[in-house]
């Protein structure tokens, strides 16, 4: 095997075994052949959380988290916020390579003839209480959708599946949408497909009595850009998911709604909405020095700080910290960005986070442009959901190809009881 090899020995037997590197790491497998006796059943790696286990191999997306790099298909995320669209960016995932005009008109209009939802879903969700939250409106409704595409089934035809994936990118945002009216007592607004994708899901969230609703050009293109960063992050909690259901060959549109149930959980994308409260909660910049000793003490945390990955810089929060004044310029300055400048000042001079390595992550600054655009916090991780979806699918696509796809399922370390008889 050259060098391209680990020797292990195993210092209850004496015994060495010589495991082949690929791409610098080992097949967890390999680790079965090392047993004590015939009937052993052989050596696993115990990792909760997969701190460091690699699931799968993926050329989506790339991570460097101590240099703070992050690229889609090699390209860097900053250069695709600043150059492309969502739209592109999506196609970018899903297929590889950055469309030409044509791929991304051709594109672009299969996106928009899928936006419509049927009219049983509308009525699906009229059925939710006013108070429901978004989040579980959506997750909900991505699961209902399924009800209605039975040949989503078919994960093994490449056609079907590419056709899932264009109706989910293409109602995530109606869906998403509908919640918002919902939980505004508002009627629903059909989605307008002359407009962009994130022009048309401002006109499904804030139309009124006008007979054509143009979002302000700036703030759909802000918007663009945060959907741009949250368009994939590798295999994190969500996307891990959606590969795990989906392994289990189950349809798309449950598979992803078992990804966005995931994304709803405050250490996940459901942060942002947490930031907000913590932002408020803290109310003035002289409440900021004893909110983050009692965060030292160990009696909260600081939401937004720190990533599994990333130990610098997340470099989305600081393409978002560029964009707050373009939206700021637009809606007036929303004041808790100066909270939250001022806690990043201090967390970063602090030893208890200079030493932990945590950083802003992207979920930090995220909410205030949100909330300057008109949202309420609980409508943050929905507007995470919605371009998360082409991240999911291109994973999911990926799996689906893989040879070395099997349904995921990892092994435990039993502690309970031996046998034992009901008396
Ligand atoms: N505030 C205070 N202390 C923290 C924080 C925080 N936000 N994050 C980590 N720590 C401490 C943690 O207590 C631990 O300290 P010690 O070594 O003394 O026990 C140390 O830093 C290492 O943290 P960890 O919990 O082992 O790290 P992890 O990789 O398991 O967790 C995380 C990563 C993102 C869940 C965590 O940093 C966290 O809970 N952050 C706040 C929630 C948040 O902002 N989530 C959004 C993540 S980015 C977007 C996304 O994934 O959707």
Redesign the pocket.
């Known amino acids: 095997m050259g060098n391209e090899s680990l020797t292990i020995t195993d210092n209850r037997t004496g015994k060495s075994y010589e495991l082949p590197l690929k791409h610098g790491n080992i097949r967890a497998m390999d680790l079965r052949q090392i047993k004590t006796t015939e009937k052993d059943f052989g050596v696993m790696s115990y990792d909760p959380?997969f701190?460091n286990t690699a699931a799968c191999e993926s050329r989506i997306t790339f991570i460097d988290g101590d240099l703070g790099i992050l690229r889609y298909r090699g390209y860097p995320i900053e250069q695709l916020a600043a150059k492309c669209s969502y739209l592109e960016t999506a196609y970018l995932l899903l297929y590889g390579e950055l469309p030409d005009e044509k791929k991304l008109s051709d594109f672009t209009a299969r996106v928009a003839r899928h936006t419509f939802i049927h009219e049983n879903m509308k009525k699906f969700m009229e059925g939710f209480r006013y108070d429901a939250h978004p989040m579980s409106m959506l997750v909900s409704s991505i699961a209902a959708l399924s009800s209605f595409y039975p040949d989503a089934r078919e994960v093994h035809n490449p056609e079907v599946r590419e056709l899932m994936a264009i109706r989910l990118i293409a109602k995530i945002p109606t869906i998403a949408a509908y919640a918002f009216r919902h939980t505004n007592g508002l009627p629903f607004v059909y989605p307008d497909n002359e407009l962009s994708y994130t022009a048309n899901f401002m006109n499904m969230l804030w139309k009124m009595a006008e007979p054509k609703f143009l979002a302000n050009p700036v703030l759909a293109h802000a918007l663009d850009i945060l959907f741009i960063l949250h368009a994939d992050?590798e295999q994190?909690?969500?996307t891990s998911t959606m590969r795990v259901v989906g392994s289990s060959q189950a349809d798309p549109f449950l598979s992803m709604a078992a990804a966005a149930s995931a994304?709803s959980g405050?250490?996940?994308?459901g942060?942002n909405e947490?930031?907000l409260r913590m932002i408020d909660e803290i109310g003035s910049i002289e409440h900021i020095p004893a909110f983050i000793e009692s965060?030292?003490k160990?009696e909260?945390?600081?939401?937004?700080?720190?990533?599994?990955v990333y130990k610098n810089y997340?470099p989305r929060a600081q393409v978002i910290k560029e964009t707050a004044d373009s939206v700021f310029a637009v809606t007036g300055r929303n004041p808790k960005v100066d909270i939250a400048r001022e806690i990043e000042k201090i967390a970063l001079s602090d030893e208890?986070?200079v030493k932990?390595r945590?950083y802003p992550?992207?979920?930090?600054y995220s909410g205030i442009i949100y909330e300057a655009m008109g949202f309420r916090p609980e409508m943050f991780t929905v507007l995470?959901a919605i371009p998360r979806t082409s991240g999911w699918l291109a994973h999911w696509e990926e799996q689906s190809k893989d040879a070395d796809t099997k349904i995921s399922r990892p092994r435990q370390v039993y502690l309970g009881s031996g046998e034992r008889n009901v008396k």
Do not use: I, Q, T
């Open positions: 959380a701190l992050h994190n909690c969500s994304l405050p250490l996940h994308g942060a947490e930031v965060v030292k160990g909260r945390k600081l939401m937004g700080f720190g990533h599994r997340d208890y986070f932990r945590l992550n992207v979920d930090f995470f």
